[in-house]
C-alpha cells in the first residue's frame, strides 16, 4: 500500500488534501460509475479505501489481474480434495471481493468457505462451479471496465509458502496492534497470510478464525486465537 494511501486512511481528514488532474480524476470517476451500473457496490468499496478513488480502482484491478492464478488454485484444491487449502483460499476470495463491492461473489465464497468447514461435500460440489464462473466473469468484467490487457493476466499456479520466522514476525506484529487497540491494522497486516500454504493446516484454519472474529468485530475472539497461535508456533 502506497504511503498516501495510508495518510488518507489513518489522519484526519482535515490534515490531507490532494491535488488531481481535472482528465485523471473525471476517468476515475467514469470507471466507478461504469462499475456501479454494472453490479459492484462502489459504495462499499469506496468506504474500505477511504474515499480513495484510485486506490479502489487498484484494489479492482489486483483483484482482476490475480484472478486466473487464484481460479486455478482453488480449482486445484477442491480437485485434489485439500479442504483446508480450499477454504482458506475461498476464505481470501469472500474478503477480496467485499472489498471491491462484488458482494455477490463475496456471498457464494461465504457459503463455500462454511462448507469446506463442515465437510459439507455435497454443498461444496453443489455451489463450486457456480462460485467459479461467478468469480471468471466478475473478473471479466473489471478487466474490461478498466481497460487491463487480458495478455498480463497472471497464468502461474503457484503455491506461496512462508518461512516460520516470517510467520512469527507477522503474528507478533499483529498482536502488537491489538495491544494497543488497532484491530483494523491488525487485519491489515494479517490478511496477506491467507494466500500461503501451510505444512499444518491448522495454521491456515486459526488464521481463518482470527480474520473472521476481526472482520466481526469481535476482538476478544481474535485475541485469544492469536495467543494461541503464536504459544504454538514459538514452541515449534
Known sequence: MKLEQLLVRFLPKDLCSFKEGAEEKAAASDSITELSQTGFDTESGLRYAAGDLDFYLELASGFAESAVRNLRAIRSSWQRQDWADYQIRVHALKSTARQIGANELSVLALQQELAAKDRHF????AGVENLLQTYEQT???????????????????????????????????????????????????????????????????????????LENFDTFTAEERLETLLQGIEQI
Open 139 to 213: 473478473a471479466e468484467r473489471l478487466r474490461a471496465i478498466l481497460h487491463l490487457d487480458a495478455d498480463t493476466k497472471e497464468t502461474a499456479d503457484t503455491k506461496k509458502e512462508i518461512s516460520v520466522e516470517d510467520l512469527l514476525r507477522t503474528l507478533r506484529e499483529a498482536k502488537t496492534c491489538m495491544d494497543n487497540f488497532e484491530a483494523e491494522s491488525a487485519l491489515e497486516v494479517l490478511r496477506p497470510l491467507i494466500s500461503y500454504t501451510f505444512a499444518d493446516s491448522a495454521v491456515g484454519d486459526a488464521l481463518c478464525e482470527i480474520t473472521d472474529a
Open 122 to 125: 455435497p454443498e461444496i460440489e
